[in-house]
């Protein structure tokens, strides 16, 4: 257990750090999971806990809940951090949290940051949860589906946290200003119009939301009777540009590159340019969505609008030929363009449905017709007997059979009625009756 110095002085902390909750009344947001009546808070309050996973967005409460549950209940607990942590810690904490359960003693091992650990480092942990010698609290930003062995995982419950409401951040910065483990020792002038502002900035974020106050007063205006007054000029300076949750290599990097996918193909150019916006502003790498934006273009527009490739590529070279943030304009143009483009997957649905039967007919042998008879022995084998050359036929096209016997009338690409796609759907049909009828 962590013991604190005589010198040590609580108020050179962050805010955030001073004002964490020492208690579920204290505890903001999450209601979901901690309100009256559900199921964490009776866990908690009985001193019940069994392994479980804390997942959600940084900033949020779950390691304060941890802290929590140490100061509430009776076992042993101890607070391990993935960061700095290895094999040789692991071990050093099974072995003591062994010796606990001899003497009849409960364990609780907290992991800040379970998602670092490789899969060995977590394999450590498995055969002290199945025993019981632990229970296993982790936290985690990234989804436990990805980042936790799933044997691991099938042995926890996972809790999902929310990001925090506006509201519960403004409860939480005007605590901040009257509690003497805050400003409450300081004479603080602060609008509440303010406090929302600095709650809306923090985008959910209690530890961002914290940690702008604390800067928005530390750099207020202070009169002859020690007031500090906040002014909308200061404020202004200390949150001028948002924090935007995104991870490029996380699951919400996944998530907003499937909002501009779904935007897109529900016809929605607003939302589109909106999510587009979000990964640009992000940090993302522009030709990352150029190349994205492409893939739709075939998949979800294909011959609707065949021109909706060509401009999804020219996209990707002007994002290659000037970079951001002047290309973030012909990413805007292909996806509005590509959001308003009429709709067709016929190209997606012809491939998964040849690959289906590729895979299941891996062995199907070429037509003999059509195969390349290159030398001698091959022309004795039949190879390229009967082929029709089309460009010697007035149709340009032959009767000549090239799928293999078994799939011999298959169909894959089935035009939809979608721009474009009517004239080859109707193009197609007249190759169809014509080869029929020969």
């Not at 605590?175 to 119009?193: H, K, P, S």
């Amino acid at each position: 257990m962590e013991q604190q110095s005589l010198f040590e002085d609580n108020h050179n902390q962050p805010l955030a750090s001073r004002l964490r909750p020492r208690n579920l009344d204290e505890f903001v947001g999450q209601r979901h999971l901690i309100g009256e009546g559900k199921v964490l808070r009776k866990l908690i309050e009985s001193d019940n806990i069994s392994s479980i996973i804390f997942w959600g967005n940084p900033g949020i409460g779950k390691t304060t809940l941890a802290r929590i549950i140490a100061n509430k209940t009776h076992s042993e607990f101890i607070d391990f951090s993935a960061v700095t942590s290895g094999i040789k810690e692991i071990k050093a904490v099974m072995t003591q949290a062994e010796n606990n359960r001899k003497f009849g003693q409960k364990t609780i091992v907290f992991v800040d940051e379970i998602h670092r650990f490789n899969k060995a480092q977590q394999d450590a942990f498995l055969p002290f949860v199945e025993k019981g010698s632990i229970i296993l609290i982790g936290a985690t930003t990234e989804n436990p589906s990805f980042e936790i062995n799933s044997a691991l995982l099938s042995r926890c419950k996972v809790f999902v946290f929310k990001p925090l409401e506006t509201e519960d951040l403004v409860t939480l910065l005007k605590r901040a200003v009257t509690d003497e483990r805050g400003f409450g020792n300081t004479n603080i002038n602060i609008d509440d119009e303010f406090l929302t502002m600095i709650a809306e900035f923090a985008n959910g974020d209690a530890r961002s939301a914290l940690s702008t106050l604390e800067m928005v007063i530390l750099n207020g205006d202070t009169d002859e009777n020690g007031t500090v007054n906040i002014t909308k000029e200061t404020l202004e300076q200390c949150i001028s540009k948002k924090s935007l949750l995104y991870d490029k290599n996380g699951e919400e990097h996944y998530n907003i590159i499937s909002a501009l996918h779904k935007s897109m193909r529900n016809s929605d150019p607003d939302a589109a340019v909106y999510w587009l916006a979000r990964m640009l502003e992000a940090g993302e790498d522009p030709l990352y969505i150029a190349r994205r934006i492409t893939r739709f273009a075939s998949e979800d527009v294909g011959l609707a609008d065949p021109h909706a490739l060509e401009l999804a590529v020219a996209a990707y070279q002007a994002c290659h030929f000037i970079g951001m943030p002047e290309c973030s304009v012909h990413l805007t143009q292909a996806v509005i363009y590509l959001s308003m483009a009429p709709k067709s997957n016929a190209m997606e649905v012809a491939y998964m449905l040849a690959r289906k039967d590729a895979k299941e007919h891996i062995a199907e042998p070429v037509p003999l017709q059509i195969r390349n008879a290159p030398t001698k022995l091959m022309k004795e084998l039949n190879y390229g007997k009967g082929y029709q050359y089309a460009h010697d036929y007035e149709e340009k096209m032959t009767s000549m059979q090239c799928l293999p016997d078994s799939l011999v009338g298959r169909e894959y690409y089935i035009p939809t009625e979608q721009g474009l796609e009517t004239k080859y759907k109707a193009k197609l049909q007249q190759i169809k009756d014509w080869k029929k009828s020969h």
